[in-house]
């Protein structure tokens, strides 16, 4: 089994890929991970993580010049696709930074935060929301096969999903209302937290994912 770490030049991508390969090795998978910027080598793969890091205008801009965008398109259609932090907002038809057009795989909206937040005693929050949160399961799912409810994970961001269709929405996190932070149809799951950063949780779901064969049952 080949799993295909999209590189279009932006993103974590070597903490993504070394996450990865962590968990192929501790668990004996005969997964294969590496990172592409071939859209044949993304096409052949059986598999699909696809990462991103940074200003989504710089990461659409990036894709479309890298050639991969339609190689994206037809993975996100037809094989096990994990999308990860911007990586996980190009999924949605539009994003408020920099009103940027996104692949449109999922209808609805990537919104900011409207300052200013506080939390319910009155504390100021700072934007980008930076740090560990808990991630409430709002659906059952076979990637959150032994994860705990409310588990912790690394958020750094300013912008949100806001999905018009709210049954993709698998996970919610709260800044300081609740917002989704995992979304996900059919084949497709996508997180707004970085999983290569969220110590055993975010290992867990990575193992889930590579023994996922891309269905909700």
Same mark, same amino acid.
């Given at each position: 089994?080949?799993i295909? &770490?999209i590189?279009?030049?932006?993103?974590?991508?070597?903490?993504?890929l070394?996450s990865?390969?962590?968990?192929?090795?501790?668990?004996?998978?005969?997964?294969?991970?590496f990172l592409?910027h071939n859209?044949e080598?993304?096409?052949? !793969?059986?598999?699909?993580?696809f990462?991103?890091?940074?200003?989504?205008p710089?990461?659409?801009k990036s894709?479309?010049?890298?050639?991969?965008g339609? $190689?994206? !398109?037809?993975s996100?259609?037809?094989?096990p696709?994990?999308?990860?932090?911007?990586g996980?907002?190009?999924?949605?038809?539009?994003s408020e930074?920099?009103?940027?057009q996104?692949?449109?795989h999922?209808?609805?909206s990537?919104k900011?935060?409207?300052?200013?937040l506080q939390?319910?005693?009155?504390?100021r929050l700072?934007?980008p929301h930076m740090?560990?949160?808990?991630?409430r399961?709002?659906q059952n799912?076979?990637?959150f096969?032994d994860l705990?409810?409310n !588990?912790h994970? @690394?958020f750094?961001?300013s @912008?949100y999903? !806001?999905?018009? *269709?709210?049954?993709? &929405?698998?996970?919610e996190s709260?800044y300081?209302?609740?917002? $989704?932070? &995992?979304v996900?149809?059919d084949?497709?799951?996508?997180t707004?937290?970085?999983?290569?950063?969220?110590g *055993?949780?975010?290992?867990?779901?990575?193992?889930?994912?590579?023994e996922?064969?891309?269905c909700?049952?």
């Amino acid at each position: 089994m080949k799993i295909a &770490i999209i590189d279009y030049g932006m993103g974590n991508l070597h903490s993504v890929l070394k996450s990865v390969l962590f968990v192929v090795q501790h668990t004996k998978s005969p997964a294969t991970a590496f990172l592409t910027h071939n859209p044949e080598e993304v096409l052949s !793969a059986d598999k699909v993580i696809f990462p991103g890091q940074g200003a989504m205008p710089d990461c659409m801009k990036s894709l479309q010049q890298s050639g991969l965008g339609d $190689a994206v !398109a037809i993975s996100l259609k037809n094989k096990p696709f994990f999308g990860i932090c911007v990586g996980a907002q190009l999924l949605f038809e539009k994003s408020e930074e920099g009103n940027t057009q996104g692949l449109g795989h999922f209808s609805g909206s990537v919104k900011r935060f409207n300052q200013p937040l506080q939390d319910k005693n009155g504390n100021r929050l700072k934007v980008p929301h930076m740090g560990w949160n808990t991630v409430r399961q709002c659906q059952n799912h076979p990637l959150f096969k032994d994860l705990k409810d409310n !588990a912790h994970f @690394y958020f750094v961001h300013s @912008y949100y999903f !806001a999905p018009d *269709d709210k049954n993709i &929405i698998l996970g919610e996190s709260e800044y300081p209302t609740p917002f $989704a932070c &995992i979304v996900g149809k059919d084949n497709v799951f996508a997180t707004q937290f970085h999983t290569e950063k969220s110590g *055993d949780n975010g290992l867990l779901l990575l193992k889930n994912f590579i023994e996922w064969n891309g269905c909700n049952e």
